[in-house]
Nanobody
């Protein structure tokens, strides 16, 4: 199993930047594909970005392409979501998620139902 904890959320003005970090426990972090999701009250949790276990494959939702970057450091058991040019519509609670995948897999998931382990979330608020 793996446990993940998000940090780095906060309040920022539109056009600003935030860096979200996801720290994972366990010695097998490199066996997990990782994803970031977000959720606002009354709406379903939505996909933001995902990265394969070795970092070779990445995917983003269309509305964040060119503004957000997902990366990982398997030596530090860390996944980072760098968010630039933030917009008020990016306001949400952001969650980090993990899914165990097979050796050599370039898999990443874009549905929250594909992930098994979740953090508690970190609030991101973008003011206009």
């Amino acid at each position: 199993q793996v446990q993940v904890v998000e940090s780095g959320g906060g309040l920022v003005q539109a056009g600003g930047s935030l860096r979200l970090s996801c720290a994972a426990s366990g010695r097998t972090f490199s066996s997990y594909a990782m994803g970031w999701f977000r959720q606002v009250p009354g709406k379903e949790r939505e996909f933001v970005a995902a990265i394969s276990r070795n970092g070779g494959s990445r995917v983003y939702r269309d509305s964040v392409k060119g503004r957000f970057t997902i990366s990982r450091d398997n030596a530090k058991n860390m996944v980072v979501l760098q968010m630039n040019s933030l917009k008020p519509e990016d306001t949400a609670v952001y969650y980090c998620a993990a899914h165990l995948v097979g050796s050599g897999s370039g898999w990443y998931g874009v549905s929250p139902y594909e992930y098994d382990y979740w953090g508690q979330g970190t609030q991101v608020t973008v003011s206009s």
